[in-house]
């Protein structure tokens, strides 16, 4: 289930208290990077739960051990998830294991230290990708310059249906992708406080890059 915002449908904030306990784990300066690289996975599957709600069904005919019956089935809808490099790599296991057929994007960004402006530096896409529905993943949305331009990247390349998945959202990255892409659903863990003079979430977790790959 998802909390209501001010920021209207397309804003999926996480109201579960699994959800909210293990981001308090990952919150906590202390918590060792094995365990936070296992809980970005887990709340990726949660997330992906949410994200995946109006994904259309079909039926099909089964022989349960009693009788046949016509269930419900996914209708086959293609998938590609698109991790921005390097954090949102993190967030592709627990996308694949609710979705495994889902073919892998990856686009290559960092975020300029002084500036805040993204930096595109890979994309490498599958061939099919614009008849896919695309869930872009990285677990901080801060002052949204990234998520806005791997969805300008996505669109340029004739992606149409693009939800986007984050574990911890800022007010300011929120209301950025809004007015940017008013199409794009966003789906996130948590919506913190702020933004710091250095373009970090607050409370946030900290640096999440490194503190799934323990580069700090
Ligand atoms: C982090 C994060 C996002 C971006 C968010 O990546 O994973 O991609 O910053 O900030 P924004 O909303 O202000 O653009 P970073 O640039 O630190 O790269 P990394 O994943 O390689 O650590
Ligand atoms: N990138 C991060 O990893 N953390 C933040 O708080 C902001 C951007």
Do not use: W
């Not at 981001?23 to 990726?44: A, C, N, P, W, Y």
């Not at 997330?47 to 022989?63: G, H, N, Q, S, V």
């Not at 249906?161 to 929120?174: H, S, W, Y």
């Amino acid at each position: 289930m998802c909390k209501q915002t001010k920021y209207g449908p397309k804003v999926h904030i996480m109201d579960h208290p699994l959800v909210a306990h293990k981001l308090t784990i990952m919150r906590d300066k202390h918590t060792s990077v094995k365990d936070f690289r296992e809980i970005v996975s887990e709340i990726g599957m949660l997330i992906t739960y949410e994200a995946t709600r109006d994904l259309p069904l079909t039926t099909k005919t089964i022989e349960t051990p009693l009788c046949k019956a016509d269930m419900p089935t996914l209708a086959g809808k293609k998938f590609a998830v698109v991790p921005i490099l390097r954090a949102g790599l993190g967030l592709v296991d627990g996308v694949l294991r609710m979705v495994p057929s889902a073919r892998v994007g990856h686009i290559g960004m960092f975020r300029d230290e002084e500036t805040l402006e993204p930096h595109l530096y890979f994309c490498k896409m599958p061939k099919d990708v614009a008849d896919r529905d695309i869930i872009i993943v990285d677990p901080m949305l801060a002052t949204g310059g990234s998520a806005d331009m791997a969805i300008a990247e996505m669109k340029k390349r004739g992606c149409k249906n693009i939800k986007l998945m984050v574990l911890v959202a800022a007010p300011e990255g929120v209301e950025y992708i809004i007015s940017r892409h008013p199409d794009v659903d966003i789906y996130a863990g948590a919506l913190d406080d702020h933004l710091n003079e250095n373009g970090y979430i607050v409370p946030g977790l900290g640096d999440a890059g490194d503190r799934i790959f323990g580069t700090k």
